[in-house]
C-alpha cells in the first residue's frame, strides 16, 4: 500500500522535472544550465522516493534498532524492560559455615 501511495509524489515529481526541462530548453545562458540540473535533480528525487517505498514495503514494517537484534529479533543484550525482579529477602541471612579461624603466629624467637 505504501508503495502506491508513493506513486503520487513521484509522479509528481517527473512531472515537475519535464516541465523544468522544457522551459529549461527554451531558455538562454545560466538558466539553460540551471534548468538543466534542477530537472534531473527533480528525476533524482523522484527515483529516490520510489526506491523508499520498496524498501518500506519489503521491510514489512520492522522496525529493530541495532541493539535489539538486527538479524529475525535475535539479541544477546539483555531486553529493555525486563519482566518483574526476582524477589530478594528482607533481611540478609547470616552464612551457614563458619571461616576457620587464622594459625597462631609463631612468636618471634630471642635475640641471642
Not at 512531472?15 to 530537472?39: D, P, Q, T, W
Not at 535489539?68 to 528482607?90: C, I, L, N, Q, V
Given at each position: 500500500?505504501?508503495?502506491?501511495?508513493?506513486?503520487?509524489?513521484?509522479?509528481?515529481?517527473?512531472?515537475?522535472?519535464?516541465?523544468?526541462?522544457?522551459?529549461?530548453?527554451?531558455?538562454?545562458?545560466?538558466?539553460?544550465?540551471?534548468?538543466?540540473?534542477?530537472?534531473?535533480?527533480?528525476?533524482?528525487?523522484?527515483?529516490?522516493?520510489?526506491?523508499?517505498?520498496?524498501?518500506?514495503?519489503?521491510?514489512?514494517?520492522?522496525?529493530?534498532?541495532?541493539?535489539?537484534?538486527?538479524?529475525?529479533?535475535?539479541?544477546?543484550a539483555p531486553?529493555?524492560?525486563?519482566?518483574?525482579?526476582?524477589?530478594?529477602?528482607?533481611?540478609?541471612?547470616?552464612?551457614?559455615?563458619?571461616?576457620?579461624?587464622?594459625?597462631?603466629?609463631?612468636a618471634p624467637?630471642?635475640?641471642?
Amino acid at each position: 500500500m505504501i508503495y502506491f501511495l508513493a506513486l503520487i509524489p513521484a509522479t509528481g515529481l517527473t512531472i515537475a522535472g519535464y516541465f523544468v526541462l522544457f522551459l529549461s530548453n527554451r531558455s538562454e545562458g545560466a538558466f539553460r544550465a540551471f534548468g538543466k540540473y534542477l530537472g534531473f535533480w527533480a528525476f533524482t528525487l523522484a527515483g529516490l522516493v520510489l526506491l523508499g517505498a520498496i524498501f518500506a514495503a519489503a521491510h514489512g514494517g520492522h522496525h529493530h534498532c541495532m541493539g535489539e537484534g538486527w538479524m529475525h529479533g535475535r539479541s544477546d543484550a539483555p531486553p529493555y524492560f525486563p519482566g518483574p525482579r526476582e524477589e530478594r529477602p528482607a533481611t540478609p541471612q547470616a552464612p551457614t559455615t563458619r571461616p576457620s579461624p587464622a594459625p597462631p603466629s609463631e612468636a618471634p624467637s630471642s635475640p641471642r
